[in-house]
């Protein structure tokens, strides 16, 4: 079932075709409550300038908020879903209740298209945060793909976007010991944060490590202990749920952390030499880039 709404009493009457029970499930926000034609496709990040008509086209916002389902496993498919703002992660469900994380959806990210096929989702979307989601009724984006060709190609590509990305992980998880995982996953968040206009270098992990592990395919304890040694050599500083990034490069390049023991006499000879006074030319510090990708 989806979650109870939590909306306050609205005047306005959308258009027809907007009403979907997704609509019950959120609460309507204060201030905006509609996007027009170029808004979306401006929050896709795909063009609108060759998109011409006369008709006022809009498009529903509803606010969910954090731990609220936005579409559960085999409820009827009718919407596509458009984060404005605010992060989700979206899972497969099996008999046990036991939760795979499929992925985390931000802003600019389309999610739902996995009910297209058979009319009914898939996995079920929850909201990691008060969320800000713009509705995409499929009918009406059939509707303006008929009428507008250009707009068609450009939601195919956000479909293959997401498709990519998918892929992506798959090859990662095959591929890549445990701490290179981590340390690719936190490439790709400091990346999409890029995109979405914020800092890259120092953001909130909006997902639990379990939820983390859940999507690399790791246990708790192995994000855990992993995030710990990528701050204990200096790769990234960890305060709670709150990242900084300090060495992009050698997390993107980064293949396998070395063991313990060699990290403990690099951690300790480096701080060593910071602490001693400075007597004629130096070597040069050991580079954790290098030693975690040799």
Not at 170 to 192: C, I, K, Q
Request: include cysteine; aromatic fraction near 8%.
């Amino acid at each position: 079932m989806l979650s109870t709404p939590m909306t306050e009493t609205r005047s306005d009457i959308p258009p027809a075709g907007l009403h979907s029970s997704s609509v019950e499930a959120g609460w309507q926000r204060q201030g905006k409550l509609w996007s027009n034609l170029k808004e979306l496709c401006d929050i896709l990040r795909i063009p609108s300038a060759a998109i011409h008509t006369d008709e006022e086209l809009l498009f529903q916002h509803v606010q969910f908020k954090t731990g609220q389902r936005i579409h559960t496993i085999g409820q009827p498919f009718d919407t596509l879903y458009i984060v404005h703002s605010g992060f989700l992660k979206t899972v497969l469900i099996d008999e046990f209740g036991n939760e795979q994380v499929l992925s985390f959806p931000m802003k600019g990210d389309m999610f739902g298209v996995d009910g297209i096929h058979s009319k009914r989702y898939a996995s079920e979307a929850v909201a990691l945060s008060n969320c800000d989601l713009i509705l995409l009724p499929f009918k009406k984006l059939a509707a303006l793909g008929r009428a507008h060709i250009e707009f068609e190609h450009a939601i195919y590509s956000v479909m293959s976007r997401e498709l990519v990305r998918e892929q992506a992980m798959v090859s990662m998880l095959g591929a890549l010991s445990a701490e290179a995982r981590v340390a690719r996953f936190l490439v790709s968040l400091s990346e999409r944060y890029a995109d979405m206009g914020y800092s890259s270098k120092l953001f909130n992990l909006r997902m639990t490590r379990h939820e983390i592990g859940s999507y690399l395919g790791l246990t708790l304890e192995t994000v855990s202990r992993t995030l710990s040694a990528f701050n204990e050599i200096g790769l990234i500083s960890v305060d709670q749920r709150s990242i900084g990034i300090k060495d992009l490069e050698a997390l993107r390049t980064l293949r396998r952390l070395p063991p313990s023991s060699t990290r403990a006499k690099q951690v300790s000879s480096k701080k060593a030499r910071a602490a001693a006074p400075v007597q004629g030319p130096q070597q040069p510090e050991g580079d954790w880039g290098q030693l975690a990708t040799a």
